[in-house]
Structures are given as C-alpha cells and as structure tokens.
Nanobody
Framework: QVHFRESGGGLVQPGGSLRISCAAA???????????MGWYRQAPDKQRELVAA???????NYPDSVKGRFTVSRDSARKSIYLQMNNLKPEDTAIYYC?????????WGQGTQVTVSS
C-alpha cells in the first residue's frame, strides 16, 4: 500500500531546474488538503532532512540551504504537492520524498532521485 507517489526526478546539470511531484493515494485523499505537507531529501550517508514545508493554509517554510531556490506548492483538486527546484547544486543530489509535517513514519515511499552533476 502506497501513501504518496513521488515522480519527476532525474539528472540535471548544476544551475538547472527540475519540478517534482507528489500525489496522495486514495486512502488519504480525504484528509490531504487539511494536512501540513513537506518535501524531504536524503543524500547518501546523510540524515533525511526537511527541505520545504507547506501548511494547509499554504504558508511555506524552507531551510537556508534551499531558500530562494526551491518553491513548494499544493493543488487541492489534484491532491498533490510540487517542488520547483531552480539553480540546482551538486549538494542537492538526493532521493526526495514527500510526507506530512511532522512525518508519518509508516508513510515513507520510494521517493524520486534527483542527481545534479556536470
């Protein structure tokens, strides 16, 4: 049973852009629009970190590492959240996951791989 489905990752050159998506599974769509959501990433040999958060009221927060470069948004009709990533850097390379904020530890999916390399 999959709770969130991430997609849109890929290989991009430094300075490039990428938009990734996360769609909620049917079983959680009834509460998705009322939930605070976020994008997390995990690079090799590093802890998973929150890189973008968006509340049910669409208030957003970002850590300094991505502020000004990443933009998170949500679509109530499609029950999805998105992450627009601009001016990508090699240190952004990671698997990106979506989940609630704070996360439901049983809802981690497979994520989508973002690789920034020249």
């Amino acid at each position: 049973q999959v709770h969130f489905r991430e997609s849109g990752g890929g290989l991009v050159q430094p300075g490039g852009s990428l938009r990734i998506s996360c769609a909620a599974a049917r079983m959680i769509t009834s509460t998705f629009n009322s939930a605070d959501m976020g994008w997390y990433r995990q690079a090799p040999d590093k802890q998973r970190e929150l890189v973008a958060a968006i509340s049910a009221g669409r208030t957003t927060n970002y850590p300094d590492s991505v502020k000004g470069r990443f933009t998170v948004s949500r679509d109530s009709a499609r029950k999805s959240i998105y992450l627009q990533m601009n001016n990508l850097k090699p240190e952004d390379t990671a698997i990106y996951y979506c989940n609630r904020v704070p996360p439901n530890e049983s809802h981690w999916g497979q994520g989508t791989q973002v690789t920034v390399s020249s």
